[in-house]
Antibody
Framework: EVQLVQSGAEVKKPGESLKISCKGS????????IGWVRQMPGKGLEWMGI????????RYSPSFQGQVTISADKSISTAYLQWSSLKASDTAMYYC????????????WGQGTLVTVSS | DIQMTQSPSSLSASLGDRVTITCRAS??????LNWYQQKPGKAPTLLIY???SLQSGVPSRFSGSGSGTDFTLTISSLQPEDLATYYC?????????FGQGTKVEIK
């Protein structure tokens, strides 16, 4: 059974760093892309970027380029989304999702990680 | 970025009604168009991919059509469990984008 299990909710202060994770199981982790999607409170879905763990090819939305870093450790089948300096506006639910190609669709989703940034 | 515009932003329909949601791309995206359903408090799920292919396990009352810039998601007979927000998403470019969503309510 394909599963994407995300790390737990986080509460952080502005300026702090954060790395959240998404662990894949039940499939060949290096043969599929993993993407990240933001959903701010009461708002729609925003595509942030995507990584191919097989060769670490990474693509970012222009809106998120330079604001976050997407990475993956194929040895432990885990993808990451990280911030070096959080802002209050980063408060959101973050989902990871699997895609079978760079021009494909998200067929499996993680349960989401809620990130709250507040002083 | 390719912009995706959905209409309407919300709709209210009765059980058994035929519901149609439209998605328009700012440029041609061929058939690289997907539809997702998000129920309240849950992660999104894939309904339709490549404009018209039904994802495994999705009820046949859902269908998709279109190519180029104009696409449609149709629910042939609205059911109580279809209460959700629906999003289109293009994967034509290297930077994917979602539409703003359409909230479907039951009258």
């Amino acid at each position: 059974e394909v599963q994407l299990v995300q790390s737990g909710a986080e509460v952080k202060k502005p300026g702090e760093s954060l790395k959240i994770s998404c662990k894949g199981s039940g499939y060949s982790f290096t043969s599929y892309w993993i993407g990240w999607v933001r959903q701010m409170p009461g708002k729609g879905l925003e595509w942030m970027g995507i990584i191919y763990p097989g060769d670490s090819d990474t693509r970012y939305s222009p809106s998120f380029q330079g604001q976050v870093t997407i990475s993956a450790d194929k040895s432990i089948s885990t993808a990451y989304l990280q911030w070096s300096s959080l802002k209050a506006s980063d408060t959101a639910m973050y989902y990871c999702a699997r895609a079978d190609g760079g021009n494909s669709h998200f067929d499996y989703w993680g349960q989401g990680t809620l990130v709250t940034v507040s002083s | 970025d390719i912009q995706m515009t959905q209409s309407p932003s919300s709709l209210s329909a009765s059980l058994g009604d035929r519901v149609t949601i439209t998605c328009r791309a700012s440029q041609s995206i061929s058939s690289y168009l997907n539809w997702y359903q998000q129920k309240p408090g849950k992660a999104p799920t894939l309904l339709i991919y490549d404009a018209s292919s039904l994802q495994s396990g999705v009820p046949s009352r859902f269908s998709g059509s279109g190519s180029g810039t104009d696409f449609t998601l149709t629910i042939s007979s609205l059911q109580p469990e279809d209460l959700a927000t629906y999003y289109c998403q293009q994967s034509y470019s290297t930077s994917w984008t979602f539409g703003q969503g359409t909230k479907v309510e039951i009258k």
